[in-house]
């Protein structure tokens, strides 16, 4: 059973290429879809935009977001992905540079699954992002859209 794809959010291309290098390495970088920036993100998570032709029956496992976004920051698109239905209960996870504890605040009221600091170092780096990727999607029991 397909556990699946793993949505990032990330504007930064060196976070992006550590996220999928670190998720490769544990073999899950074939279900990992990538956006930069947070209009991109609504429009692929809603079909809109240059997704139209996406098919929204896809499950989901989980959406790493950066808070730190252009066009639509990470809050607002934890906000629209939580008062809609279709998206309501969708598992997300900041992931995030952001070491202020309003951040932390606003993400969990906001109704963010879970807060991760981007590690500074490399290998904590990869070893974080490969441990996030294991758990959402081999471990962790997610409700599918009816």
């Not at 079909?47 to 896809?58: A, I, K, V």
């Not at 974080?128 to 997610?142: D, E, F, H, R």
């Amino acid at each position: 059973m397909q556990a699946g794809l793993i949505l990032l959010v990330e504007d930064n291309h060196q976070d992006e290429l550590l996220v999928l290098r670190a998720l490769k390495k544990v073999n899950l970088a074939n279900k990992v879809e990538v956006v930069r920036d947070g209009q991109q993100a609504l429009d692929f998570l809603f079909c809109e935009g240059e997704f139209t032709d996406r098919d929204c029956s896809e499950p989901l496992a989980v959406v790493l977001l950066d808070l730190n976004l252009p066009r639509v920051n990470g809050l607002e698109v934890l906000r629209r992905l939580r008062t809609d239905g279709r998206t309501h209960l969708l598992p997300v996870v900041i992931l995030t540079s952001s070491d202020e504890e309003r951040d932390l605040v606003a993400s969990y009221e906001g109704g963010a699954n879970s807060f991760v600091r981007k590690p500074l170092d490399f290998k904590e780096f990869a070893e974080t992002v490969a441990s996030l990727g294991i758990y959402w999607q081999a471990i962790n029991k997610p409700v599918r859209p009816r």
